[in-house]
């Protein structure tokens, strides 16, 4: 079983940026792929970007490519979502997941075993 927890949400101005981490209590992440998904008031959840075992793949939907970059952090168990020019498109649930899988990753949340308790990010003025 792997409890993710994830952190850094909050209320940020368009244009701003975020540093969402997710945390897990596996002894490894070293096997398991991570995906970001988000959710949107009246909306379905979304797959944003994810990182693969081997953290040599990685995938962002169209809506957040360039703006929006995910790392892992092996030593702490951590993975990161750095986002940056935040738009108000942004605003939603954000979800840490994660499932075994080494080389590739994808958005498919069917896909993900693991989830977190989400964070929310607001952008506004």
């Known amino acids: 079983q792997v409890q993710l927890v994830e952190s850094g949400g909050g209320l940020v101005q368009p244009g701003g940026s975020l540093r969402l981490s997710c945390r897990a209590s596996?002894?490894?992440?070293?096997?398991?792929?991570m995906g970001w998904f988000r959710q949107a008031p009246g909306k379905e959840r979304e797959g944003i970007s994810c990182i693969s075992g081997s953290r040599r793949s990685t995938y962002y939907a169209d809506s957040v490519k360039g703006r929006f970059t995910i790392s892992g952090d092996s030593a702490k168990n951590t993975v990161h979502l750095q986002m940056n020019s935040l738009k108000r498109d942004d605003t939603a649930v954000y979800y840490c997941?994660?499932?075994?899988?080494?080389?590739?990753?994808?958005?498919?949340?069917?896909?993900?075993?693991?989830w977190g308790q989400g964070t929310q990010v607001t952008v506004s003025e």
């Open positions: 997941a994660a499932t075994l899988g080494w080389r590739e990753c994808g958005g498919k949340q069917d896909d993900y075993t693991y």
């Open positions: 596996a002894s490894t992440l070293n096997y398991y792929s």
